[in-house]
């Protein structure tokens, strides 16, 4: 079933902070979130595991909340260049059935 | 480091033909998954592949198949093309998936 993403889409200014939610109504092992722009590949974030280990890049959080089966991904002091949709996508268990992924959230940073 | 590759970039294909995409893996990858990205969607599973094996199959008709080759690279083929299969089809790699997956720059497929 497909994850939930909120907002649909956000407009900030630069230096700004924002959070994007993922939520699903199946118990997950893991949640990723990529970012993808116009016209490119999605790109990997972040991964957070069941039981609370996580990977990704430094600068960027995120959190998993395993009760709710909830991520949030947050955006502090935003730059001109996370702009782009991004997605989370859910895993249920061993990744034989791939990414579950939502339908993204839209993030402009202006200037 | 070369990333995930894929051939070709663009196809046109006509209503009922075959098409061949093509997908590098990065080295040392042993998993390749394959993904449909219609526009102004999130990508939707359609095969993962690990070893040679299919793992997994999302759900796609029995038009869509795959298949993986000893050096890791794989090919999706779809068949009886419909113009419902126009879209950007991504091909993602892994050495193991918690370090998350690779994708590719993805084949823009246009079924007229």
């Known amino acids: 079933q497909q994850p939930v993403q909120s907002p649909q889409a956000v407009i900030l200014r630069e230096g700004e902070d924002a959070v994007i939610n993922c939520s699903s109504s199946k118990a997950l092992y893991s949640v990723h979130w990529y970012r993808q722009k116009h016209g490119e590949a999605p790109v990997f974030l972040m991964i957070?595991?069941?039981?609370?280990e996580q990977k990704g890049h430094e600068k960027i959080s995120a959190s998993f909340n395993e009760k709710k089966q909830q991520s949030s991904l947050y955006l502090t002091a935003s730059q001109l260049s996370y702009s782009g949709t991004y997605f989370c996508g859910t895993e249920r268990g061993g990744g034989a059935d791939g990414l579950t992924f939502g339908k993204g959230t839209h993030l402009i940073i202006q200037p | 480091d070369a990333g995930v590759t894929q051939s070709p970039t663009h196809l046109i294909k006509t209503r009922g033909q075959q098409v061949t995409l093509r997908c590098s893996p990065i080295s040392g990858h042993k998993s390749v998954s394959w993904y449909q990205q219609v526009l102004g969607q999130g990508p939707q599973f359609i095969f993962q592949?690990?070893?040679?094996?299919?793992?997994g199959r999302g759900n796609f008709p029995d038009r869509f198949s795959a298949r993986q080759f000893p050096n890791y690279s794989s090919e999706l083929n779809v068949n009886a093309l419909l113009l419902g299969d126009s879209a950007l089809y991504l091909c993602?790699?892994?050495?193991?998936?918690?370090?998350?997956?690779?994708f590719g720059s993805g084949t823009r497929l246009t079924v007229v």
């Open positions: 957070l595991l069941k039981g609370g």
């Open positions: 592949y690990y070893e040679k094996e299919e793992r």
């Open positions: 993602a790699s892994s050495w193991t998936g918690i370090y998350g997956y690779t």
